[in-house]
């Protein structure tokens, strides 16, 4: 576990999470990704989505680096977190590999991309008269988007790091 965390962790919290609240989350989390590179699909250039390419490319590598930046480091190491990646952490990548500055700026990817793409869609809607089907894609949007907000807030209030992780929903004790 990176240091800097060491006198943050909370010992009143969940070791390890249920198998259903893992796949719960994850499926929340990726249904908001595929569904926010669906919303700018749209967007083509010669006949290629290439928003939706390039947000494909985004999503898998910062994964990829916040697994090794942030999970690497984490209490849960090794264990099954609200979000499982602990454990697939450890399929990866060494113990403490990360950095945790880079991992803080990675975590931006949680906070910049539902505004981005929501605006994104809302704009592709109106620029491209993209009808009825586009904004109930919006809404769903909006509405997985606020789904996994709370079911993540549930996870954070009872995780050991909640009050260091860089992307907690709960920083209190
Ligand atoms: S609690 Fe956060 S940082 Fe820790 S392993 Fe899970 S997802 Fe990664």
């Known amino acids: 576990m ?14 390890n999470y249920s ?23 749209p967007v083509q250039l010669q006949g290629w989505p290439v928003l939706t390419i390039a947000w494909a490319g ?15 480091g984490c209490y849960y190491y090794g264990k099954a977190c609200h979000l499982g990646w602990g454990k697939l952490a450890r399929w990866i990548f060494m113990q403490d590999s990360g950095n945790l500055k880079t991992g803080m700026r990675l975590s931006l990817f949680y906070i910049v991309s539902p505004p981005l793409f929501l605006a994104a869609g809302i704009l592709s809607g109106i620029l491209m008269d993209l009808g009825m ?23 954070c209030k009872v995780c050991a790091m909640r009050k260091v992780c860089p992307g907690s929903a709960v920083k209190s004790g």
């Open 133 to 155: 089907r586009h904004w109930v894609l919006v809404g769903v949007y909006v509405a997985l988007n606020l789904l996994a907000f709370t079911v993540r807030f549930k996870g």
């Open 58 to 72: 985004v999503v898998l590598v910062v994964q990829i680096l916040l697994k090794k930046h942030n999970c690497s």
């Open 2 to 15: 990176y240091p800097e965390y060491k006198d943050g962790i909370i010992k009143d919290c969940k070791e």
């Open 19 to 41: 198998p259903l609240m893992v796949l719960i989350e994850n499926f929340l989390h990726i249904s908001t990704w595929v569904l926010a590179g669906w919303l700018v699909w």
